[in-house]
């Protein structure tokens, strides 16, 4: 693998980065809110440090940057220019032309519609909308071309850590609420996009609206994969993980046993031709195939709306739960981030260490190090939350 390496940001540690469409340039965005661009041919800047976002309380500055997919009349064009979103920790979204002549970036739009640092943005794929995420809890879906708030989603019950679309327009969010929302966007076409000219659609067609979250179980299930698609290798991991019988993993694969047949499977299949002599296995494992035709696992996983029973909000006045330390469920002082990604108060974690060496708690799993990083974010906020307690 070939390695490739940018210091240019010394001011700040590098909270986003990607490649313009046309993969000749990166544009990088630091925590004291710069954003800087690079040639991927020469790895040198093309231009000075710009000040695009705040730093913000937590001195995140930039959280994310990100290119429309359909903006540009021709990747290979001198004269090319891109449209591009940022977000930062000032609340704020921005729109920028990059103009690949100049190799510049201009300042098109401040969007401002969330009341909490923006987490991320993306573009659909028709770049017909623009959706941010932010620390307040809502998502807002922006028209990039006349710059107005088409709609705001307030589902989550605490921050909203990312938002995706997908190509035949479903809207995916992230929360620290522990829930994934999937949301079903509907929108006019405004004609057919003509992609060897700029588009800037002057009509959006009708107006958007958003599958109700109820449905969101009932497209979570559409989109669960049939264990009839299953290969021989995932019939075999079924039986290792699900039904706990792996010493009959082996002879299904020699007898390329997929999905599909494994729907054919009877008691008498199992014992004379795959050598399941015990009847207590045998029942097992068919008990096992009439829960996947009946639409479950054998180990039973919840539905989406019995997660959202499990993380109702809390009661008005107590802190959100990624305020609380997961060791102690007391609420962090000095919150620290771990190897395993988790976050933790840090006499509490190093406390675990003692006793337990390297080993994660939410994880079980060995750590490849002890180091503990402070998490500024959380502990903004935390001050914040604890701020408006006393006010209170």
């Given at each position: 693998?070939?390695?490739?390496?940018?210091?240019?940001?010394?001011?700040?540690?590098v909270?986003?980065?990607?490649?313009?469409?046309?993969?000749?340039?990166?544009?990088?965005?630091?925590?004291?809110?710069?954003?800087?661009v690079?040639?991927?041919?020469?790895?040198?800047?093309?231009?000075?440090?710009?000040?695009?976002?705040?730093?913000?309380?937590s001195?995140?500055?930039?959280?994310?940057?990100?290119?429309?997919p359909?903006?540009?009349?021709?990747?290979?064009?001198?004269?090319?220019?891109?449209?591009?979103?940022?977000?930062?920790?000032?609340?704020?979204?921005k729109?920028?032309?990059?103009?690949?002549?100049?190799?510049?970036?201009?300042?098109?739009?401040?969007?401002?519609?969330?009341?909490?640092?923006?987490?991320?943005?993306?573009?659909?794929?028709?770049?017909?909308?623009?959706?941010?995420?932010?620390?307040?809890?809502?998502?807002?879906?922006?028209?990039p071309?006349?710059?107005?708030?088409?709609?705001?989603?307030?589902?989550?019950?605490?921050?909203?850590?990312?938002?995706?679309?997908?190509?035949?327009?479903?809207?995916?969010?992230?929360?620290?609420?522990?829930?994934?929302?999937?949301?079903?966007?509907?929108?006019?076409?405004?004609?057919?996009?003509?992609?060897?000219?700029?588009?800037?659609?002057?009509?959006?067609?009708?107006?958007?609206?958003?599958a109700?979250?109820?449905?969101t179980?009932?497209?979570?299930?559409?989109?669960?994969?049939?264990?009839?698609?299953?290969s021989?290798?995932?019939?075999?991991?079924?039986?290792?993980?699900?039904?706990?019988?792996?010493q009959?993993?082996?002879?299904?694969?020699?007898?390329?046993?997929?999905?599909?047949?494994?729907?054919?499977?009877?008691?008498?299949?199992l014992?004379?031709d795959?050598?399941?002599?015990?009847?207590?296995?045998?029942?097992?494992?068919?008990?096992?195939?009439?829960?996947?035709?009946?639409?479950?696992?054998?180990?039973?996983?919840?539905?989406?709306?019995?997660?959202?029973?499990?993380?109702?909000?809390?009661?008005?006045?107590?802190?959100?739960?990624?305020?609380?330390?997961?060791?102690?469920?007391?609420?962090?002082f000095?919150?620290?981030?771990?190897?395993?990604?988790?976050?933790?108060?840090?006499?509490?974690?190093?406390?675990?260490?003692?006793?337990?060496?390297?080993?994660?708690?939410?994880?079980?799993?060995?750590?490849?190090?002890?180091?503990?990083?402070?998490?500024?974010?959380?502990?903004?906020?935390?001050?914040?939350?604890?701020?408006?307690?006393?006010?209170?």
């Amino acid at each position: 693998m070939y390695c490739r390496q940018i210091s240019g940001h010394p001011e700040s540690n590098v909270y986003a980065a990607t490649f313009t469409p046309c993969d000749c340039y990166i544009v990088s965005g630091s925590g004291v809110g710069n954003i800087r661009v690079w040639s991927v041919n020469t790895m040198q800047a093309t231009m000075l440090p710009l000040d695009a976002h705040d730093a913000g309380l937590s001195s995140c500055g930039v959280s994310c940057i990100t290119f429309s997919p359909t903006f540009h009349s021709s990747l290979t064009s001198s004269t090319r220019c891109f449209l591009m979103a940022s977000s930062g920790h000032d609340n704020k979204v921005k729109l920028w032309i990059f103009n690949n002549e100049a190799k510049s970036l201009r300042l098109q739009k401040e969007l401002s519609g969330h009341s909490g640092p923006v987490s991320f943005c993306c573009f659909s794929a028709n770049g017909m909308h623009l959706a941010s995420s932010s620390f307040d809890g809502s998502i807002v879906i922006w028209n990039p071309s006349s710059y107005e708030q088409e709609l705001r989603l307030d589902s989550h019950e605490t921050i909203v850590t990312s938002v995706a679309f997908s190509k035949t327009n479903y809207l995916a969010s992230t929360s620290c609420d522990k829930k994934v929302i999937i949301w079903k966007v509907n929108s006019g076409t405004g004609g057919e996009i003509d992609k060897n000219l700029f588009y800037f659609p002057s009509e959006s067609g009708a107006q958007l609206t958003v599958a109700a979250p109820e449905e969101t179980e009932k497209f979570a299930q559409s989109l669960k994969p049939s264990y009839q698609d299953w290969s021989c290798e995932q019939v075999a991991s079924w039986l290792n993980d699900e039904v706990k019988l792996s010493q009959y993993a082996d002879i299904f694969k020699e007898n390329d046993i997929d999905g599909r047949e494994l729907d054919e499977v009877t008691a008498e299949v199992l014992q004379k031709d795959l050598g399941v002599v015990s009847l207590g296995h045998r029942n097992k494992i068919m008990r096992a195939i009439k829960a996947l035709r009946d639409g479950g696992l054998t180990s039973s996983a919840p539905s989406i709306s019995q997660l959202q029973d499990l993380y109702k909000p809390a009661n008005e006045g107590d802190p959100p739960p990624e305020y609380l330390c997961p060791i102690s469920l007391d609420i962090m002082f000095d919150p620290v981030t771990a190897a395993d990604g988790f976050t933790y108060e840090r006499k509490e974690i190093e406390a675990w260490f003692k006793r337990t060496g390297t080993i994660s708690p939410m994880t079980g799993k060995q750590l490849t190090s002890d180091d503990l990083h402070p998490n500024q974010t959380v502990r903004s906020l935390i001050d914040e939350f604890l701020s408006k307690q006393k006010c209170g």
